[in-house]
Nanobody
Framework: QVHLVESGGGLVQAGGSLRLSCGASERAFSSYAMCWFRQAPGKEREFVAGITWTGGSTHYADSVKGRFTISRDNAKNAVYLQMDSLKPEDTALYTC????????????WGKGTLVTVSS
């Protein structure tokens, strides 16, 4: 069983910050990497950030570099997304996902948490 549960979304004004959390089951903790994706209304789902559980290597979409920071807490089986300098275009449903074997394809997805950035 793999369970991913996101929290921390909400309404924030442009320039503000939010911190998203994703709690993972032990099965997800053994995964190669955890990632955040987002999908805005009428748009395709896009990759936001990823981190490996063991090495801590990170990767970000160009659109969020310098503004978002992904981190992990192995002891808590949790991954976080600190979002600063938020823009209206960041408005989306943010979803946590797990890549269990390092294939680059996500094997499990959470239900998401909604982030709305007002102008």
């Amino acid at each position: 069983q793999v369970h991913l549960v996101e929290s921390g979304g909400g309404l924030v004004q442009a320039g503000g910050s939010l911190r998203l959390s994703c709690g993972a089951s032990e099965r997800a903790f053994s995964s190669y990497a955890m990632c955040w994706f987002r999908q805005a209304p009428g748009k395709e789902r896009e990759f936001v950030a990823g981190i490996t559980w063991t090495g801590g290597s990170t990767h970000y979409a160009d659109s969020v570099k310098g503004r978002f920071t992904i981190s992990r807490d192995n002891a808590k089986n949790a991954v976080y997304l600190q979002m600063d300098s938020l823009k209206p275009e960041d408005t989306a449903l943010y979803t946590c996902a797990a890549d269990l074997n390092g294939s680059g394809a996500m094997d499990y997805w959470g239900k998401g948490t909604l982030v709305t950035v007002s102008s």
